[in-house]
């Protein structure tokens, strides 16, 4: 793979996964097309060696994974995340005024509020609709494929300490207008997207409806060195994980497996999150359907097993050099980030980030180690929430990124390079 595959592949990512939902289903796609088959939830069918399989987590979730030649003995997995910092549209979304037609709205995860404003926005995620069987919804993906919405500022002639910082209410600031009323009927929000998606505005039982970035990512710097885009945290990682699984054939007696999951920016406790049992589970149940019964073989194999969580890092500020460690300063264009804390935050442990540490000197992969200012609280991930639930070995590495959490947020095109290669090796070895 090279720069120009590497960041036409992601930027095409980025522009398919306007939601968690659209995630998944761009990934399931590209791994149709690689030949994966799908192997329900609820499947007993049995796997057969060497094959590759996905699995659909409630529609949120993904995922997928290679058969090795031989008996399980062990699962060699690396995981990211689907869902990115944004705005949930709240039931009975409509605010009509004299003159204005607002969409009530919830954050979801920590955004950066003040660089959602005067962005275009688009509405993304998925409906349910009333069927025959009241325990079956229908389920359509809905994407408003253009921006529809805009989060205007307050001008600085009404707000004159603007630029001294001015906290953000949701409730109050954050409410995206959709349209302009001329004291004509307008339809709501919900009348708009049944007439788009051909059903009636009465049988739309429930949504999961987010207004989120509208604009595309893009290559930018003289050189295309730089990539600025939304959704960066986290399907950086998403695409490397992809790659990775799908450049590799078969190991002799490992499963290869990555999961995306949902919920991440939440604290991942959802059914379909990190923190739950679902990943274990399917463990268990690709390990029963091999043909392979015995519990004992199952738990040998979950404790000799091997986990890379990936997740974007902090790159040092060029603005603010002071809020990185001093002595641990972390380049844009440094390539992988192992991302270590003694307190657990990111899976640290010696022996897991050495096996990273090998692979990425071996294949001459640029790699950083990343540790939080001491005097700086930094953020968790997935790798510690998965390592309490499966007791492997987890070491949580990504890419570097300024402006995290940001609507649209910047990384440099050679560390997506770098966790592509690394991703690639990481199911190689």
Not at 282 to 295: A, I, N, P, Y
Request: net charge negative; aromatic share 6%; proline share 5%.
């Amino acid at each position: 793979m090279n720069l120009n595959t590497s960041n036409e592949q992601l930027l095409s990512l980025i522009h398919a996964s306007v939601s968690p939902y659209h995630a998944v289903k761009e990934a399931i796609a590209r791994l149709e097309e690689a030949g994966f088959e799908e192997w329900p939830l609820d499947s007993s069918q049995k796997l057969e060696p060497g094959k590759g399989y996905y699995t659909d987590i409630y529609g949120t979730t993904l995922a997928a994974f290679r058969m090795p030649k031989n008996p399980v003995k062990k699962f060699r997995i690396a995981a990211a995340h689907t869902d990115h910092p944004c705005f949930r549209i709240k039931p009975n979304p409509d605010q009509k005024t004299a003159i204005y037609h607002k969409l009530n709205l919830e954050q979801y995860g920590g955004a950066i509020l003040n660089t959602w404003m005067d962005r275009p926005l688009a509405i993304a995620g998925r409906v349910c609709i009333k069927s025959e069987d009241p325990f079956r919804p229908a389920v359509m993906f809905y994407s408003s494929d253009r921006p529809v919405a805009v989060i205007p500022n307050l001008a600085i002639h009404m707000n004159r300490e603007v630029n001294k910082g001015v906290a953000l209410k949701v409730q109050t600031d954050m409410e995206a207008l959709l349209t302009f009323l001329n004291g004509e009927k307008k339809d709501g929000l919900l009348d708009r997207i049944a007439s788009e998606l051909g059903v009636l505005r009465e049988d739309i039982l429930d949504y999961d409806l987010y207004v989120v970035n509208g604009e595309q990512g893009r290559t930018i710097g003289y050189e295309n060195e730089m990539i600025q885009a939304p959704r960066l945290d986290n399907l950086t990682s998403c695409q490397s994980c992809l790659h990775g699984l799908l450049a590799n054939g078969s190991l002799e007696d490992e499963v290869s497996m990555i999961v995306l999951f949902d919920n991440e920016e939440c604290g991942s406790r959802s059914k379909q999150g990190a923190d739950s049992t679902v990943l274990l589970n399917l463990m268990e149940k690709m390990m029963l359907c091999s043909g392979q019964d015995s519990r004992t073989a199952f738990l040998n194999a979950v404790m000799s097993s091997f986990i890379v969580s990936l997740d974007v890092a902090h790159a040092s500020h060029p603005n603010h050099p002071e809020k990185a460690d001093p002595t641990n300063p972390i380049r844009l264009d440094g390539g992988v980030i192992l991302k270590l804390n003694s307190n657990q935050r990111y899976a640290t442990d010696s022996t897991a980030v050495s096996v990273v540490e090998a692979i990425c000197q071996k294949h001459q992969i640029p790699y950083q180690k990343f540790v939080n200012h001491g005097d700086i609280a930094g953020g968790g991930t997935l790798g510690s929430i998965l390592s309490s639930t499966i007791p492997a070995k987890t070491v949580d590495v990504g890419v570097p990124l300024l402006g995290m959490h940001s609507s649209c947020e910047l990384m440099a095109a050679s560390s997506q390079l770098a966790m592509n290669h690394f991703a690639e090796a990481f199911f190689a070895e």
